[in-house]
């Protein structure tokens, strides 16, 4: 009898083990499935964060520098009805900020979009001095960003970098018609940290790059050739301009070679076999990046994004010359790229609601305005982060005696 107690007892207890064993497997599977499934949420009824209101064509007498309006046929139409914009399901646009430690400059302002279904992502960088009418002290986009941040320091704001990158995501919305659905800021500090943390990028040094600012503690001192960088190397090469011929777009330009690069190591360094770096990387970016990005929308972009291919990663500057000592963007080109890349609707922006206060041109200069509404964007660069990995890009250098 004790004995069938004792096997009864030992089966009982086995049975009990399966159970807890299986349910664990169950709630485990069921983690992994909601992880699987999950998806940012999206609003498709939530409103425009742009005016649709076309603007009246100038009438005789206007100034003849306002831009024409040009319509569509189909916005000849006399139906009152706008045009439906509905957002595409799983895509999404970024804003993107890196500010440097003297004046909260934004040094790099990027705009991103990432089609989760199709596995794209376009990246378009915005030059720091390209000029726009706010309400700074100078007409440039990066002192548009700073002004903000001031403010928001004055008003005694918990968290001035998180308001001011929402100012910053809206009045770009409003302009460039785009919906932004996350912003991100890191500072230089923090980029440098997070570079050191995936253990360096190996990059090539398109010149012999020797600068010096004490007041922004920025030493950059790189020879031509290729390279291993670290965190505050990597400073320097995304920063440094004085030796390109185009200035800022060499220095956007290098800035593609380098986030390649970064990808690259990225990609080949994370895996379930090197936890270490993975959590190294994440702790650093937690740590060092100002973001509205909810940590289970974080976990699921990076879910996806490690799997997106290099030929589907375009990387571009936004179209414009520069004239009246500013970066001006094209109008027409800009407009193209937005609806190429950026617009998240199912309807096109039309060129009669882009930009409709005129923020991004100076009707009373003859450059400025010219170089705005120019049939052709002087600079339109296009790259995948293939195309970048293979051959780099051709960054136009100044030889000693241009430099001096």
Same mark, same amino acid.
């Given at each position: 009898m004790k004995k069938r107690k004792?096997?009864?007892?030992?089966?009982t207890q086995s049975t009990?083990?399966?159970?807890?064993?299986?349910?664990?497997?169950?709630?485990?599977?069921?983690?992994?499935?909601?992880?699987w499934l999950y998806k940012p949420a999206s609003n498709p009824n939530a409103d425009l964060p742009f005016s649709t209101d076309p603007v009246d064509p100038p009438s005789t007498g206007d100034d003849p520098n306002t831009p024409p309006v040009t319509d569509d046929p189909a916005d000849t139409?006399?139906? =009152?009805? %706008?045009? $439906?914009?509905? %957002?595409?399901?799983?895509?999404?646009n970024f804003l993107l900020i890196g500010h440097d430690r003297a004046a909260s400059l934004a040094d790099v302002i990027m705009l991103a979009n990432y089609d989760v279904k199709s596995g794209k992502v376009a990246i378009m960088q915005i030059p720091r001095d390209t000029y726009y009418v706010g309400d700074s002290s100078k007409n440039q986009l990066n002192v548009q960003y700073s002004a903000y941040v001031n403010r928001a320091h004055y008003r005694g704001e918990s968290n001035p970098t998180a308001v001011a990158a929402d100012k910053f995501a809206r009045i770009l919305e409003q302009n460039l018609c785009i919906k932004i659905h996350y912003t991100a800021v890191i500072d230089l500090d923090g980029f440098v940290n997070i570079v050191n943390a995936v253990g360096g990028v190996d990059v090539y040094v398109p010149v012999d790059m020797d600068y010096e600012d004490p007041v922004q503690d920025l030493y950059i001192h790189l020879k031509k050739g290729p390279a291993h960088l670290n965190g505050e190397d990597a400073e320097g090469f995304i920063r440094f301009r004085e030796g390109f011929v185009q200035a =800022?777009?060499?220095?956007?330009? $290098?800035?593609?070679?380098?986030?390649?690069?970064?990808?690259?190591?990225?990609?080949?360094?994370?895996?379930?076999?090197?936890?270490?770096?993975?959590?190294?990387?994440?702790?650093?970016?937690?740590?060092?990046?100002?973001?509205?990005?909810p940590a289970a929308d974080f976990v699921y972009f990076g879910k996806n994004a490690l799997s997106v291919d290099f030929s589907n990663i375009k990387m571009m500057t936004v179209p414009g010359d520069y004239a009246g000592g500013s970066y001006v963007i094209n109008r027409a080109a800009t407009l193209q790229v937005i609806n190429d890349y950026f617009n998240i609707y199912?309807? =096109?922006?039309?060129?009669a609601i882009f930009d409709k206060s005129r923020v991004f041109t100076n009707t009373e200069s003859d450059a400025i305005h010219k170089a705005y509404m120019a049939d052709k964007a002087a600079f339109l660069y296009e790259f995948t982060a293939e195309e970048i990995q293979d051959s780099s890009i051709d960054i136009p250098t100044k030889t000693k005696k241009d430099g001096e």
């Open positions: 004792s096997t009864y007892r030992a089966a009990l083990i399966v159970v807890i064993v299986v349910l664990a497997l169950i709630i485990v599977a069921m983690a992994a499935t909601v992880v139409d006399k139906s =009152d009805t %706008p045009p $439906a914009y509905i %957002p595409r399901e799983e895509v999404y =800022d777009i060499g220095r956007v330009n $290098a800035q593609k070679i380098f986030m390649t690069a970064f990808m690259e190591k990225v990609k080949s360094s994370i895996s379930l076999t090197n936890l270490s770096v993975l959590n190294t990387l994440v702790n650093e970016v937690i740590k060092n990046l100002t973001t509205d990005i199912n309807t =096109d922006i039309s060129d």
